[in-house]
């Protein structure tokens, strides 16, 4: 008897441990027509209503509201990064999409590996850098948006300490925060940046600390490069001001955010479909590096900025000349003479960095406080 | 300085409750490998009811409950059903960081007004001291009263002792006529009950929205802890605190540039841990030990 129940609870346990992964792996598709063009796209979490995926499934109601039923697309949610990846992309290949966009760095490998096994179908990866006849990359100028983050924080600040919260001491990242620096050195040399790595993406706890020890430290900006929006909540209550990250987050912190970076993907996917279906798809004459074969910001409207808040209306047109310059070309953010903060020349007067040196940043520009760790 | 005092003890609170209600649940012999879940459920169930009902405290009752239901699923399982422990446990963090999920879907997105502060009466007015340990919300105050009681409790109370029986020796305990299941089914229930009010607090505290698992991981802190605090409840405060002080002190040393790398700093918390548990086996291992002799056996009443 015992035996018995033994067996049923393992047997109940089992079961939900299938429909619990099924849940995490849900595969939404929607309703299919003949002449459609079949995309899927593959997400690291489930959309949420802010952050990294939720700018990739904006992207995706995009490419629905632009073509009708002249595309269907399907999603795959909660995707790991690693050998679950390319089973699932495998999956969505062999389901018949003739494009698949998959939008997290992690899925490099797993996009690569099923990509050789699929030559028709055409693959997309937002942010990585391998890619092969039939494999694309994309990716925004995040760093364009940092700029105009340091410009305001640097006329916005009265302690002149800017508090940053980097994910991971990686090139992007780096170069988010000399960006930043850079926008702020434009209008304030007194101003410095602290930065705190959390070495995670995601942990709304320690966001939250990292932002109350930087404020304890007496930061009154606080920026970051993390997922969650913990770290403006504690700007909120503290009464210190604020940027959100890849979405909109006032809802968040109302009287704190200045405003946020929005990851724009809509127009790329509508662009590379677009291609598809026109028979024009290729991978794009992009540089061999880590830019992707589509590096766009500003300028492609891949970048857009939110509402500017809790700002004088002054800033708020100082801000919004910057994006302008940037967008037209007049402001160069990384243009001669550059120093790194311990005071080496990293480019001479008159000259401006290429794409590929962005992404070999392994230093601070002056205004940043501290060394890069490791 | 105060202002990172408070930070260090905020962030140790849903640790010290976590590992407080597991710490019982184990002296009763059951080992609960779930907290990481209960603990999200209890995130969830404290988010849900503060939006529902409008006030952070229904919050606290929601989170406790949200914790207890989790805590009770595992009860059916492995005290009813007598199924392997460990693997229930697992199961159940599993299945409340989906469940979580999916319960917390609607809430994506909503801020909830956090627990307010309490002030004692004169002894907030202590300068320092007033700031630091005397304006705290329910929750922090709740958490210490937990410790003192537990700690008479498991000492000096009869019910302590019959706790502590069930835990070392469960036929013993049984042969003298003592409900061994039922009393494992309340030491289980508040531990999830501890659980889920330790995850309320991340919520309704520290950073007022919901997102799917954030707790991050800090459910397994939790039962570490009780084995660094060598099932010893005021050790759990001084555990929770250094593993608190530590996290608090990379960012610190980050934000002043120390000279040590971020990733040797994020690693301390841990490595800590596992060296009090090297010292603490090493020492009590050959001498009178604190550890339950049943913990994670699961009790069998041969008819």
């Known amino acids: 008897m015992k035996k018995i129940l033994l067996l049923i609870s393992l047997i109940v346990i089992g079961v939900l441990g299938y429909l619990y992964t099924q849940e995490k792996s849900k595969t939404e598709v929607s309703k299919s027509t003949s002449t459609s063009t079949k995309v899927g796209f593959v997400y690291l979490t489930t959309p949420g209503d802010h952050g990294w995926t939720y700018a990739h499934e904006l992207g995706k109601q995009m490419v629905e509201k632009h073509f009708g039923d002249k595309v269907t697309t399907s999603i795959v949610e909660n995707v790991p990064e690693g050998p679950d990846a390319t089973r699932v992309i495998r999956e969505l290949a062999q389901q018949g999409n003739e494009i698949i966009f998959t939008t997290s760095f992690g899925y490099m490998e797993p996009t690569l590996k099923v990509a050789k096994e699929f030559p028709n179908i055409k693959f997309e990866h937002m942010t990585g850098y391998k890619r092969s006849p039939n494999l694309a990359t994309g990716n925004i100028r995040f760093y364009e948006g940092r700029y105009v983050q340091g410009v305001v924080a640097g006329l916005m600040t009265k302690t002149n300490k800017i508090g940053y919260v980097g994910a991971y001491p990686i090139s992007e990242v780096i170069m988010g925060i000399n960006a930043f620096a850079q926008g702020m050195r434009s209008v304030n040399k007194e101003a410095s940046i602290s930065v705190i790595w959390a070495n995670t993406w995601y942990d709304p706890v320690k966001e939250a600390d990292a932002a109350k020890v930087h404020i304890a430290e007496g930061a009154d900006i606080l920026a970051q490069h993390t997922d969650s929006p913990a770290m403006l909540q504690i700007a909120e209550k503290n009464g210190v001001l604020g940027f959100g990250q890849s979405t909109d987050m006032s809802a968040f912190a109302p009287k704190s955010q200045l405003f946020s970076s929005v990851n724009n993907w809509g127009p790329y996917y509508i662009e590379k479909i677009e291609a598809l279906r026109n028979g024009k798809w290729s991978t794009g004459e992009g540089p061999d590096h880590w830019a992707g074969n589509k590096w766009g910001g500003f300028s492609t409207g891949m970048l857009k900025l939110s509402k500017f808040e809790n700002m004088p209306d002054d800033v708020k047109q100082k801000a919004e000349e910057i994006v302008n310059g940037i967008k037209s070309g007049t402001i160069k953010i990384f243009a001669g003479p550059l120093m790194d903060n311990t005071g080496k020349e990293i480019l001479p007067a008159g000259k401006e960095m290429d794409d590929g040196s962005l992404w070999g940043m392994n230093y601070y520009l002056q205004g940043v406080d501290g060394k890069i760790p490791g | ?303």
């Open chain 2, 1 to 303: 300085m105060d202002a990172l005092i408070l930070t260090i003890i905020a962030t140790s609170i849903p640790l010290l409750l976590a590992a407080t209600g597991e710490l019982i649940t184990e002296k009763s012999g059951v080992l609960n490998l779930g907290v990481e879940g209960m603990m999200l459920s209890g995130a969830v169930g404290a988010l849900g009811a503060t939006l529902w009902l409008g006030n952070p405290y229904f919050g606290i009752l929601g989170g406790a409950i949200s914790g207890v239901f989790m805590a009770s699923i595992f009860s059916v399982f492995t005290i009813n059903l007598m199924t392997n422990q460990v693997a229930t446990g697992l199961g159940l963090t599993i299945f409340a960081a989906g469940f979580s999920g999916l319960a917390g879907a609607p809430l994506v997105g909503k801020t909830v007004p956090s627990l307010p502060k309490i002030e004692l009466f004169l002894l907030s007015d202590i300068p320092h001291i007033g700031d630091i340990l005397f304006k705290q919300d329910l929750i922090a105050y709740l958490s210490i009263a937990l410790i003192i009681l537990i700690t008479f409790f498991l000492n000096h109370s009869k019910s302590g002792i019959v706790l502590r029986a069930v835990g070392d020796d469960h036929n013993s305990a049984h042969s003298i006529g003592y409900p061994i299941k039922k009393i494992r089914w309340l030491a289980t229930c508040f531990g999830g009950m501890c659980a889920g009010l330790g995850g309320a607090y991340i919520p309704l505290v520290l950073t007022p929205h919901w997102s799917e698992g954030m707790t991050a991981g800090r459910g397994w802190i939790a039962l570490a802890l009780v084995v660094f605090a060598s099932w010893i409840p005021w050790r759990v405060i001084v555990g929770a605190l250094i593993f608190g002080g530590i996290t608090i002190a990379q960012l610190v040393g980050q934000a002043r540039g120390w000279p040590i790398p971020s990733q040797i700093l994020s690693m301390m918390p841990y490595l800590a841990t596992i060296l009090a548990l090297t010292i603490i086996s090493g020492r009590f291992s050959k001498n009178k030990s604190s550890v339950p002799a049943s913990l994670g056996k699961p009790f069998i009443d041969t008819p």
